[in-house]
Structures are given as structure tokens and as C-alpha cells.
């Protein structure tokens, strides 16, 4: 199936530092979700992205759809302890029979104090 | 307004017993999914309901069962536990219209 790479796999950082992530695949992607888990929680959806070059804000979080269709970045300022957790994006391959999502394996985020 | 609830939160299983996982969600969602979470491979789509009546299996169906109870509830069951089943268990629902997918806390089953 198809498959999204994900990087980086991990980074730690000081607090109030900016993050930087992103998501990337060989097939064209027509959405991009992105999700964040606490341990030992569920997901829970940050921003979801529908058009090539979108852009769009939740609070301290900024996502973009790139333009491409094929990969999308994931931007934090300013982090602060409450940020840690892992990342996932997720997207739907355009023209998928299916109404199922594809996931990356994650960014596991770490705030230094 | 609860979201998606699971059902347990944790449990132990022998190898050979069986067990249903129970998923509910009060968001009057069409559709329902069954994910299972292992360290380094993400998550991967055990089985799903795009709406009432319907269940089609995912990337990694052997070994589960799944009943769509009704709009409201999506069970999953194990027949005969195997410790490769020993994994985070995870619900999630989508509405009629876009792709987004709301998770529920997720069932820590550990098979020995």
C-alpha cells in the first residue's frame, strides 16, 4: 500500500524553540490530517488540510499542503512542555476507492525545560 | 458529549481465549474503524464500517471479527488470543462528509 515517510522520528528541543516537521510519499495526496497523542491517549486531530498550498493555523500550530500533493509540514513556534507527544500526519490518496487513511509512523517530540 | 468511548481500557488475555472489544461514539458518525498501534509500525486498519450494516476488512484482518451493532456501536472481536495480537487497540468514527477520523482512548491488550 502506500506508504508516507515521516521525519524526523524524534527530536528534542528547548522549550519555546520552533518545530519543524513534515510528511512525504510518491503518490498524490488530495487530504492531510495531522494528529497528536499524549501517552497512553487516543489521537486527537490538530488541523485537517483539503487543498494543494493550504495553509492553516490552530493556535501555536501551522500546517501546510504542499503543493506538490505529495508531502505536507507540520510547524510549531514558541513550544512549550504541553507540546510533547508524538505527531502523526495522515492523508487519503487521491482517487482512493475507499474512504481509508494512510498514516506516517510519527515524530515523537521532547521539550527541554 | 463523550466522543468515542472503548471498552476496557486494559486487559490480559491467555493465548487461546477470546474477547470482544466494545467502541461507541454519540457523534452520530457514518462510518467506524478498528486500528491496532505497535511500536514502530504506527497504525494500521484492522477492519471498518463505512456505514449501518456494512464491515470491509483493512491492512491487517487475521485473526478479528467485527460487528456493527448499529449506527452508534462497532465491536471487535479476538476468537483465539495469540501474543502477536498483544497490541493498543484503536476506535475511531468519521462523519458522512470529509476524511477527518476522531480516535477513542484506545484498549492496552496484552496476550501471554
Known amino acids: 500500500g502506500q506508504q508516507l515517510n515521516q521525519s524526523p522520528q524524534s527530536m528534542f528541543i528547548q522549550e519555546g524553540e520552533d518545530v519543524s516537521m513534515n510528511c512525504t510519499s510518491s503518490s498524490i495526496f488530495n487530504t492531510w490530517l495531522w494528529y497528536k497523542q499524549d501517552p497512553g491517549e487516543g489521537p486527537v486531530l490538530l488541523i485537517a488540510l483539503y487543498k494543494a498550498g493550504e495553509l492553516t493555523s490552530n493556535g501555536r500550530l501551522t500546517a501546510q499542503f504542499g503543493i506538490t500533493r505529495k508531502d505536507s509540514f507540520l510547524n510549531i513556534s514558541a513550544s512549550i512542555p504541553s507540546d510533547v507527544g508524538i505527531y502523526f500526519c495522515?492523508?487519503?490518496?487521491?482517487?482512493?476507492?475507499?474512504?481509508?487513511?494512510?498514516f506516517g509512523k510519527g515524530t515523537k517530540l521532547s521539550v527541554i525545560p | 458529549n463523550a466522543g468515542v468511548t472503548q471498552t476496557p481500557k486494559f486487559q490480559v488475555l491467555k493465548t487461546g481465549q477470546s474477547m470482544t472489544l466494545q467502541c461507541a461514539q454519540d457523534m452520530n458518525h457514518n462510518s467506524m474503524y478498528w486500528y491496532r498501534q505497535d511500536p514502530g509500525m504506527g497504525l494500521r486498519l484492522i477492519y471498518y464500517s463505512a456505514s449501518e450494516g456494512t464491515t470491509d476488512k483493512g491492512e491487517v484482518p487475521n485473526g478479528y471479527n467485527v460487528s456493527r451493532l448499529n449506527k452508534r456501536e462497532f465491536s471487535l472481536r479476538l476468537e483465539s488470543a495469540a501474543p502477536s495480537q498483544t497490541s493498543v487497540y484503536f476506535c475511531?468514527?468519521?462523519?458522512?462528509?470529509?476524511?477527518?477520523?476522531?480516535f477513542g482512548p484506545g484498549t492496552r491488550l496484552t496476550v501471554t
Open positions: 475511531a468514527s468519521r462523519a458522512g462528509t470529509g476524511y477527518e477520523q476522531y
Open positions: 495522515a492523508g487519503r490518496v487521491s482517487g482512493a476507492g475507499s474512504y481509508q487513511l494512510t
